[in-house]
């Protein structure tokens, strides 16, 4: 699967922004598919995900109540909504895909074959 994200931009603390991951094909039921960030200087981590036979949205603490993860599957698209962000959201965000099957967490960045290029996401006034 390829995967393309976008909708990245610079926006002040407390604003919005939603990024979108299109794939080339179907991943529901298909891929474990979610959102990671890679602050600068930082390893990449795992923000929000769905399992392949899944409807239900996993989060990191630190974003839950903040961002919402969905996906049309009529589109092949993934979206991270991003409210109240905050200067620490600061990153490049990637969209990521696993196959299913594995059994370590949905968290285990190592664990995902396919990214996306990457959408900078800067917070500050």
């Known amino acids: 699967v390829q995967l393309q994200a976008s909708g990245g931009g610079l926006v002040q603390p407390g604003g919005s922004l939603r990024l979108s991951c299109a794939a080339s094909?179907?991943?529901?039921?298909?891929?474990?598919i979610g959102w990671f960030h890679q602050g600068p200087g930082k390893e990449r981590e795992f923000v929000a995900a769905?399992?392949?036979?899944?409807?239900?949205?996993y989060y990191t603490d630190s974003v839950k109540g903040r961002f919402t993860i969905s996906r049309d599957n009529a589109k092949n698209t993934m979206y991270l909504q991003m409210n109240s962000l905050k200067p620490e959201d600061t990153a490049v965000y990637y969209c990521?895909?696993?196959?299913?099957?594995?059994?370590?967490?949905?968290?285990?960045?190592?664990?995902?074959?396919?990214w996306g290029q990457g959408t900078l996401v800067t917070v500050s006034s």
């Open positions: 990521g895909a696993r196959r299913p099957g594995i059994l370590s967490t949905l968290r285990d960045v190592a664990t995902y074959t396919y």
């Open positions: 094909e179907r991943t529901a039921n298909n891929y474990d």
């Open positions: 769905f399992r392949w036979t899944s409807s239900t949205p």
